[in-house]
């Protein structure tokens, strides 16, 4: 039996998308401050 999220799959765009958004391109400190690890991203 398979014990996976059965919504996972089902999100929304907005949230399959987070953090890659068009906005953040040029809002970085946003960013970082909505996604705390990202500046780690290498």
Do not use: V
């Amino acid at each position: 039996q398979k014990r996976n999220c059965s919504i996972y799959d089902f999100r929304p765009k907005q949230c399959r998308t987070f953090p890659f958004w068009e906005y953040f391109k040029t809002h970085q400190k946003e960013l970082e401050k909505e996604c705390i690890g990202i500046c780690y991203l290498s």
